[in-house]
């Protein structure tokens, strides 16, 4: 089976690519649904949806030397619907809540340019201006993100080595796709040229 080009292994990974898209969409949606009943619920201390949209002190975790310090601490939790499977969870603030949903976020448009990079790679001719342009944005999404990162765990203080080799990785990553998108580039030139030579 050819690796690039109609009916290849890129046009499965663009499948698989597109899939995970639709589902990491559908959890960064119905986060920020569940958060906009959390702030609803936070105002006017409603009941609605108890069991899927929980705040209070105790949203069902575990009582542990990392939980037990927050016993009195305002949590969240959202589950899927009509179960008691988490979704996510957190301690109820302005700042978990923007870096969840910018989690997500970030997650979603990863899996959807990495989709939008293999399907132009699903096609005959895979040097052309649509797989530079979503490569390129690709690239960018990814240094925005390593970059935004490192300056978090740089002010944050912290002492996670597996974080910031996370975030170098994505820098890293973003940096090679640079080099591909250059590479595109070229071979779209030789593209052309040949085929005004023909």
Not at 1 to 6: L, N, P, R, S, W
Not at 35 to 58: M, P, V
Not at 104 to 112: A, D, E, G, K
Not at 155 to 169: E, K, V, W
Request: aromatic share 22%; with cysteine.
């Amino acid at each position: 089976m050819k690796i690039i080009g109609k009916n290849s292994v890129s046009t499965y990974i663009a499948y698989l690519l597109c899939f995970l898209f639709a589902v990491t969409l559908f959890h960064l949606v119905y986060e920020i649904i569940g958060h906009l009943f959390l702030a609803y619920k936070y105002n006017t201390d409603s009941k609605i949806f108890s069991n899927t949209f929980i705040l209070g002190n105790d949203v069902g975790w575990s009582s542990n030397k990392w939980t037990d310090p927050l016993q009195n601490v305002l949590k969240f939790r959202i589950n899927y619907p009509f179960t008691d499977i988490q979704l996510v969870t957190g301690i109820y603030s302005f700042s978990q809540i923007l870096y969840n949903i910018l989690g997500m976020s970030f997650l979603t448009l990863f899996f959807f340019f990495a989709y939008k990079c293999f399907k132009e790679m699903s096609q005959d001719q895979i040097f052309n201006n649509k797989a530079i342009k979503w490569l390129k944005s690709f690239s960018v999404l990814n240094l925005i993100f390593g970059s935004i990162g490192l300056f978090q765990f740089f002010y944050n203080h912290s002492s996670s080595g597996a974080t910031f080799l996370t975030f170098i990785m994505f820098i890293f990553f973003g940096i090679t796709l640079f080099f591909v998108v250059a590479f595109f580039k070229k071979g779209l030139e030789l593209q052309n040229e040949t085929d005004l030579t023909i």
